[in-house]
């Protein structure tokens, strides 16, 4: 039997989801802060292209295992062995930094180690929810917990954006070590359920094996498959804009280190926004209609960034904010189908899975997002990119069986 959720495993989960929420403000002003830096030293969209690679590449491959390590593995032992050895890395890119060993290209390889890090601690955070959350709250937790990130991110170029006016981006590594800190303490005091293994040979099956099995899970449940492969379009097409932001900023509309802080900032604003919209909400009825409809809104704000003029960063501000309310109602929606169509020993996998299908044509959109706006230009890029991103959208949502998704009876926790 599967181990019940109750009010003391639900109390449990929210200490040990402020922790990583200390852990993720780290994170957000060290990403921050070297991003900036990659792209003041390059001035290359090329470059950062380069880096999101580098990022994207390692995470693919190690989510193809992550799941199943989630699933075959105490999940406690493997957040707290990954978040340590990103904490360890941030110390010897602060040491590269202090003796200025440090260039653009040795900051690849950092990237890379922490995203085969983040490959292994998604999928095993996902997969601990609906063990300690009650399901009729997961839709609720789901929409808090962007509510919470939206917070942290806003609060993260707030931070970063003035220290690198007044400090050396060695101190402001820093930040990551103290949070990570901070948040091991909840992580070693909580007590996070294990999973029942289905048969005792599982202990024994190969790691492909068992990434097969939650294949097999993903084709049984109508109208998943088809979800899992929109968000992969969408993870593509939204490249250019994801990657080239920064030099969008910088370049093209001759923005400063505070431009970006703030054009990054109101994004997070809509992501809190939209965040404190999914939790009042807490359940969503009609699940693929409203997130198609996001989608679409997405992808209009996304289009319309091809059309503003030189140096107006105000009308980038409020483009950012209507795309960012948009996603915690997408992925809120987007996790709790996930999370309770499922079953709990199979959640690990299934979301490495998705993690794998989502992010598989990423590296391919980021490697030409850069070319493509060296030869055609940003404008045209976003534009195209965007149209191609609401048409996609509309297509899977009329052409496939998504929307037997909302008919789907949530699984029982045996």
Not at 25 to 40: C, Q
Not at 99 to 122: E, G, I, P, T
Request: aromatic share 14%; glycine share 6%.
């Amino acid at each position: 039997m599967e181990e019940k959720t109750d009010i003391s495993s639900f109390t449990s989960y929210i200490f040990f989801w402020i922790g990583q929420l200390v852990s993720i403000f780290g994170s957000s002003v060290v990403y921050f802060a070297l991003i900036w830096w990659l792209t003041d030293i390059t001035g290359s969209a090329i470059a950062l292209s380069i880096g999101t690679l580098s990022y994207l590449i390692p995470f693919i491959l190690a989510s193809l295992i992550g799941g199943v390590v989630a699933d075959k593995y105490d999940r406690k032992k493997v957040i707290l062995l990954v978040d340590s050895l990103q904490a360890c890395s941030t110390f010897i890119m602060w040491v590269f930094f202090a003796f200025n060993f440090m260039k653009f290209w040795m900051l690849y390889s950092f990237f890379a180690f922490r995203s085969v890090c983040q490959a292994f601690h998604m999928p095993t955070e996902s997969a601990i929810i609906p063990t300690m959350v009650p399901k009729k709250q997961l839709s609720r937790i789901n929409g808090i917990n962007f509510v919470a990130t939206g917070f942290i991110h806003i609060i993260g170029p707030i931070v970063a954006g003035p220290l690198l006016l007044f400090f050396t981006i060695k101190a402001i590594l820093w930040i990551d070590v103290i949070t990570f800190l901070i948040s091991v303490v909840p992580l070693i005091l909580v007590k996070i359920p294990s999973v029942h293994k289905e048969k005792e040979k599982s202990e024994r099956e190969s790691f492909w094996i068992q990434f097969r099995s939650g294949f097999k899970v993903l084709i049984a449940v109508p109208g998943l498959l088809a979800l899992i492969i929109q968000a992969m379009i969408c993870n593509f097409l939204m490249q250019p804009i994801g990657t080239l932001l920064p030099y969008y900023i910088r370049v093209l509309h001759m923005g400063s280190v505070v431009d970006y802080a703030l054009v990054s900032m109101s994004f997070n604003i809509g992501m809190f926004i939209g965040g404190i919209i999914t939790t009042v909400k807490g359940t969503w009825t009609h699940k693929i209609p409203i997130i198609t409809i996001a989608v679409v809104i997405h992808g209009i704000a996304y289009a319309l960034f091809a059309f503003i003029l030189i140096g107006d960063f105000f009308h980038m501000m409020i483009l950012s904010v209507i795309r960012g309310i948009t996603m915690p109602i997408i992925n809120a929606i987007y996790f709790t189908i996930l999370q309770t169509s499922v079953s709990h020993e199979k959640l690990g996998r299934i979301t490495s899975i998705d993690n794998t299908l989502s992010f598989i044509a990423m590296p391919l959109g980021t490697a030409i997002s850069g070319l493509l706006a060296y030869f055609y230009g940003i404008g045209p890029l976003f534009f195209i990119s965007a149209s191609l991103y609401i048409l996609t959208t509309v297509m899977i949502f009329f052409l496939t069986n998504l929307r037997k998704l909302d008919s789907i009876k949530e699984v029982s926790e045996s």
